[in-house]
């Protein structure tokens, strides 16, 4: 699985994850507008500094437009360095660069025709209203992506943010290992299954867990380092190695039936993964509900700048009047259409 996915972390958040990842002997390009966030990626094998880049400090517009001037360069670098069957970008959704440039970056992969599947992080309830706001516009601006593969979401909420990126790629690992791995006469997991189940569209939750019954595995998907599930019990694929009493009737009973699922044994762990889920709309509404709250202080703070002569501000106050409407948008015809729908 190591020559078919490879990574491209975007910002500091990213490259924490990247990291991570690499020492498990996966390709990652680390691309950030900050020099000093790639300097502290010691050893990384492959690094690029966006030209013109000196952090974003949360500007999500800032990331936006640098990447709009340099996306030839970046595709390039992609193409030499890690360029796979399936490429997964890498983002926190709260900060500046990777928030910016992550949905973005993510629409022009797919519009070339790539492959691509995305993990994000959502900033914990204690994080700053600019970190929700920035949230909040780039899970706007990510689920209408049409064409992206599984999207993994880390929920800072759960716990400490290093030790949640460490539980999320040691159980994605464990995934990906499954065909080299787990063997049984009863049936086994191929390659080909293990990437149907990546390339499903919507969601995607990772649960790794040596309980012996179904219960513990189903109460872990809830609880580990990724947003819990909806329960809508919208659900594409269920793909897993089973150990114990684990059964794969039960994870459907609680995730929903999928359109396919792939399974096969073990004596040790149960790993598993579930994609084609809905985004976590739950977790969605807080962000928003976070910015509601603090949108008549916002004003204040905006009114107070512009009283001292400075200029500046975010344009989410109108926007956000009616969030779930739907845009009515011709399909982009180039690349600078795409670019330029991200700049409104």
């Known amino acids: 699985m190591r020559n078919k996915i490879s990574f491209v972390a975007v910002g500091q958040a990213a490259g924490n994850i990247g990291r991570l990842l690499e020492r498990k002997g996966y390709a990652v390009l680390y691309v ?34 640098l990447v709009i001037d340099d996306f030839d360069s970046i595709a390039a670098e992609i193409d030499s360095k890690v360029r796979a069957e399936m490429l997964f970008v890498i983002f926190a959704s709260g900060g500046g660069t990777g928030s910016g440039a992550g949905p973005m970056l993510t629409d022009l992969l797919v519009d070339e025709g790539r492959s691509v599947g995305v993990i994000t992080i959502l900033p914990a309830r204690g994080e700053s209203v600019k970190s929700h706001i920035n949230s909040y516009e780039c899970f706007t601006e990510l689920t209408a992506i049409a064409g992206t593969g599984a999207c993994f979401v880390i929920d800072n909420e759960n716990g400490n943010k290093m030790e949640l990126n460490g539980t999320f790629v040691n159980s994605l690992a464990a995934f990906l290992e499954i065909p080299e791995k787990h063997k049984s006469v009863k049936g086994n997991v191929d390659k080909a299954e293990i990437m149907e189940t990546l390339r499903a569209h919507g969601m995607a939750v990772v649960v790794r867990g040596r309980g012996k019954e179904s219960a513990g595995v189903i109460q872990a ?16 694929y269920i793909t897993a190695s089973l150990a114990g009493n684990v059964k794969m009737a039960d994870l459907e009973k609680a995730f929903g039936t999928p359109i396919d699922n792939f399974q096969t044994f073990n004596d040790e762990e149960t790993v598993c993964c579930v994609s084609g889920l809905s985004y976590p709309q739950s977790r969605l509404d807080e962000v928003y509900r976070k910015v509601e709250e603090n949108k008549e202080l916002i004003k204040r703070n905006l009114a107070a700048t512009r009283e001292t002569g400075l200029k500046g501000g975010v344009n989410f106050l109108e926007e956000m009047e009616e969030p779930r409407k739907e845009k009515t948008e011709a399909k982009p015809k180039s690349k600078r259409d795409i670019m330029s729908k991200y700049l409104v």
């Open 32 to 65: 950030n507008t900050s020099r000093e966030d790639l300097d502290t990626l010691e050893d990384a094998k492959f690094k690029y500094h966006i030209p013109h880049g000196e952090g974003c400090n949360k500007d999500r517009r800032k990331a936006k437009r």
């Open 221 to 236: 998907a809830g609880h580990g380092a990724l947003a819990a599930p909806e329960p809508d019990r919208a659900v594409k």
